[in-house]
T-cell receptor, first 111, second 115 residues
Framework: SQQGEEDPQALSIQEGENATMNCSYK?????LQWYRQNSGRGLVHLIL?????REKHSGRLRVTLDTSKKSSSLLITASRAADTASYFC???????????FGSGTQLTVLP | KAGVTQTPRYLIKTRGQQVTLSCSPI?????VSWYQQTPGQGLQFLFE???????NKGNFPGRFSGRQFSNSRSEMNVSTLELGDSALYLC??????????????FGPGTRLTVT
């Protein structure tokens, strides 16, 4: 079963704009990660944030984590057409080394 | 380093047959996991292997099985295929041992179609 939901399910923006995606989860976590998937291909790991961290940056990506609200957000700044993809959040819970994925956000960046 | 590789990339099978998918992890990665992705159920965890031992298993029927070899390569097998087994099967590997750092690197997937 999936851990939680992502919001919005689909997002369409113009190149150069910022894109924000949200992820909610149900149970306590060890870490939360974001992945990108292009057109039914493999997932690409973007960024990991541990449960004791509140914000992380990597290039044009900014991730925040609010464990009290059981939610995370991914911000992509200055979007490019090449950022068009599905974005998934995934959590690691307890001692199990497995990812539980959200339902994903389909991002379309228009040139 | 070469990434995670999966073979075959595409596969068409008939209901009732069995299938074996193969995965080679990134060199040095000892943890290998399998996931199933379908439009209806999304991404779901199948199982995880470490040092030839299954450490975790998802909520899938016994028709789904796997194994890991001493070189960390892994195979998954699905017996008595059903139409609902049509999916993208993704393999992922990890070198992380601490659970709070655990992140995975995915292969391109095997697209299985059951007719």
């Amino acid at each position: 079963s999936q851990q939680g939901e992502e919001d919005p399910q689909a997002l369409s923006i113009q190149e150069g704009e910022n894109a924000t995606m949200n992820c909610s989860y149900k149970t306590s976590i060890n870490n939360l990660q974001w992945y990108r998937q292009n057109s039914g291909r493999g997932l690409v790991h973007l960024i990991l944030i541990r449960s004791n961290e509140r914000e992380k940056h990597s290039g044009r990506l900014r991730v925040t984590l609010d464990t009290s609200k059981k939610s995370s957000s991914l911000l992509i700044t200055a979007s490019r057409a090449a950022d068009t993809a599905s974005y998934f959040c995934a959590t690691v819970r307890g001692s199990a080394r497995q990812l539980t994925f959200g339902s994903g956000t389909q991002l379309t960046v228009l040139p | 380093k070469a990434g995670v590789t999966q073979t075959p990339r595409y596969l068409i099978k008939t209901r009732g047959q069995q299938v074996t998918l193969s995965c080679s992890p990134i060199s040095g990665h000892r943890s290998v996991s399998w996931y199933q992705q379908t439009p209806g159920q999304g991404l779901q965890f199948l199982f995880e292997y470490f040092s030839e031992t299954q450490r975790n298993k998802g909520n899938f029927p016994g028709r789904f099985s796997g194994r890991q070899f001493s070189n960390s390569r892994s195979e998954m097998n699905v017996s008595t295929l059903e139409l609902g087994d049509s999916a993208l099967y993704l393999c992922a590997s990890s070198s992380k041992t601490r659970v709070d750092s655990y992140e995975q690197y995915f292969g391109p997937g095997t697209r299985l179609t059951v007719t």
